[in-house]
């Protein structure tokens, strides 16, 4: 038997619900109530298999800092009392049952918000064998909130286009590659080994995000125009003020000076 | 009772203004992941680091196009992508207002030309990336390797691999009537 044989249900013994469909009339009264919607909104949250990451910043939402309360959205611990269902976490197996149920539990109109990676696409769980996808694959979806997990304002705005208090910023797009087009070359005035042996000893020094940004000042300093090389780095070091930087500089100019003692620039 | 009161007033509001005021965000937050057509050569780093495949490419040999899409639905904002990529043309910038109605808002494709092979015609990299290491080869003049290699660019591995067979097979005949010769 090989080890990779795995213990999961086959597909033929798997029930697959249907999605849930909304009738006309529902639709109607959902559009008519969110032309005029005059009172406060309760979320009632149902975990589909997360993390807890997105329950953390769920809460973090309800804290006096972001306080969604002020808009009259407020957590309640019913789907019964419920006006928006917020589904976050991947559409297990196992869960699509309770996912269901709190969905019928809650009167209409509703809405339903799908939170965090997971719970628009299966998230990093996507491929999983007891994962479906999103909570769209069941059920009905008003409003996506990308995010791993999305922060409180992130919540706060998806919960503000849900209310149709603010429009939404992104929209789909299709680029097309223009005729002839070039990507430009980085720091082109720069010899290719020199700018990689720098960008090498730069990102083992400060990490990528970092690296990027002192790599870009060094390379300021290399190709200032009027100055000599060597004179500009060392001013370059001489004005920074902080001491892990200079030190990041000054090992940087010594690949510069190895470089160029060698004469293979 | 006074202290507390004096307490308040000194603490003050701690509510963000947002949404009705733009949020204050930071330089180096991780928000939404953003691409720039222009500098990017499609090699497709960022789509094989990617931990969620939130980022794929997608080629048709037959149109001669590859396709790269990141699905910000996917998305977990890792940063994997702007660490890989050789021309830094993606990276987390502080955009994070991306909640949308419609599922296919949160996908953003964009379409490469895929290059052809001068010798047999098969389409074997994208355009831009062929490209981009002529110019960069270009730019190390005086090394007969890399002048080899920058004329070979638009050749196909496959392509190459018979042209250096067929040298090795002319290289050994003559190497074999050199001898014949001697003998």
Request: some cysteine; aromatic content about 8%.
């Amino acid at each position: 038997m090989s080890l990779r044989k795995t213990y999961q249900v086959p597909e033929s013994l798997q029930a697959r619900l249907d999605k849930v469909e909304l009738d006309d009339k529902i639709v109607a009264a959902k559009a008519a109530l969110l032309n005029d919607i005059k009172r406060s909104v309760y979320i009632y949250r149902v975990d589909c298999g997360g993390c807890n990451g997105c329950e953390i910043e769920i809460f973090a939402t309800i804290t006096p800092v972001f306080d969604a309360e002020r808009f009259g959205i407020k957590n309640t611990p019913s789907p019964r009392h419920a006006d928006i269902l917020v589904y976050t976490g991947a559409m297990t197996r196992s869960m699509r049952l309770p996912a269901l149920r709190a969905y019928e539990g809650a009167p209409d109109p509703k809405l339903v918000v799908s939170y965090g990676a997971c719970g628009c696409t299966g998230g990093i769980f996507h491929d999983n064998y007891c994962v479906w996808g999103g909570t769209d694959q069941l059920l009905p979806v008003d409003v996506y909130i990308p995010g791993c997990p999305p922060s409180p304002a992130q919540t706060i705005y998806g919960f503000a286009i849900a209310l149709g208090l603010l429009g939404q910023k992104l929209h789909e797009t299709n680029i097309v590659e223009g005729a002839d087009e070039h990507a430009p070359l980085l720091y082109e005035n720069v010899p290719y080994r020199l700018r990689v042996e720098i960008e090498r000893e730069a990102r083992r020094m400060a990490g990528y995000r970092y690296s990027e940004k002192l790599v870009d000042r060094f390379m300021g300093a290399l190709t200032a125009e009027g100055v000599d090389v060597f004179s500009s780095v060392d001013a370059l070091i001489a004005n920074e003020p902080d001491p892990r930087k200079v030190e990041i500089f000054s090992e940087l100019k010594d690949v510069l000076v190895s470089k160029a003692a060698g004469g293979r620039l | 009772m006074l202290k507390t009161l004096r307490n308040i007033l000194k603490t003050g509001d701690a509510t963000v203004k947002y949404p009705f005021a733009p949020l204050h965000t930071w330089p180096d937050m991780r928000g939404k992941p953003e691409h720039d057509a222009v500098a990017c050569i499609a090699c497709g780093a960022c789509a094989v680091a990617c931990p969620p495949n939130a980022i794929q490419m997608q080629t048709d040999l037959k149109a001669g196009t590859t396709i790269w899409s990141i699905d910000y639905g996917r998305c977990i904002f890792c940063g994997r992508c702007e660490e890989v990529c050789p021309l830094s043309a993606i990276s987390l910038e502080s955009e994070f207002e991306l909640a949308v109605m419609r599922k296919d808002d949160l996908i953003e494709t964009c379409t490469y030309q895929l290059q052809a092979c001068s010798e047999c015609g098969e389409y074997f990299a994208p355009r831009k990336e062929v490209d981009y290491a002529v110019r960069l080869l270009s730019s190390m003049p005086g090394n007969p390797e890399v002048e080899e290699a920058a004329q070979l660019a638009s050749v196909c591995p496959t392509c190459k691999r018979r042209r250096d067979a067929v040298a090795a097979k002319a290289a050994d005949d003559a190497h074999a009537k050199a001898k014949g010769g001697e003998a």
